[in-house]
């Protein structure tokens, strides 16, 4: 069984920043892409950042400049460091992973953790 579990997110004021992390445990071989995720209300949702095993990164355009994806393989854990927050970035920020364990490969995610961009 493999879990990732988020954490770092709350309330911060426009402008200012956020780091979100995830950490991956159990009976993990190996973890390929991981990524960040967000969903605000009444939207689907999206793909915010991303990141290859060998540290090639992908982002939304709408976090481009602003946000910073990052993992320690060591650890199996993926940041994300959030930096000039706008409210529309306000969402529930999920993390996924693609893990190998005995029972073969599939993407995994976390439980999410919201962030709230308010003054």
């Known amino acids: 069984q493999v879990q990732l579990v988020e954490s770092g997110g709350g309330l911060v004021q426009p402008g200012g920043s956020l780091r979100l992390s995830c950490a991956a445990s159990?009976?993990?071989?190996?973890?390929?892409?991981m990524g960040w995720y967000r969903q605000a209300p009444g939207k689907q949702r999206e793909l915010v950042a991303a990141?290859?095993?060998?540290?090639?990164?992908n982002y939304a355009d709408s976090v481009k400049g602003r946000f910073t994806i990052s993992r320690d393989n060591a650890k199996n854990t993926v940041y994300l460091q959030m930096n000039s927050l706008k409210p529309e970035d306000t969402a529930v920020y999920y993390c996924?992973?693609?893990?190998?364990?005995?029972?073969?490969?599939?993407?995994?995610w976390g439980q999410g953790t919201q962030v709230t961009v308010s003054s």
């Open positions: 996924n992973g693609v893990v190998r364990t005995t029972s073969g490969m599939r993407h995994y």
């Open positions: 159990g009976s993990i071989f190996s973890i390929y892409d």
């Open positions: 990141i290859t095993s060998g540290g090639s990164t």
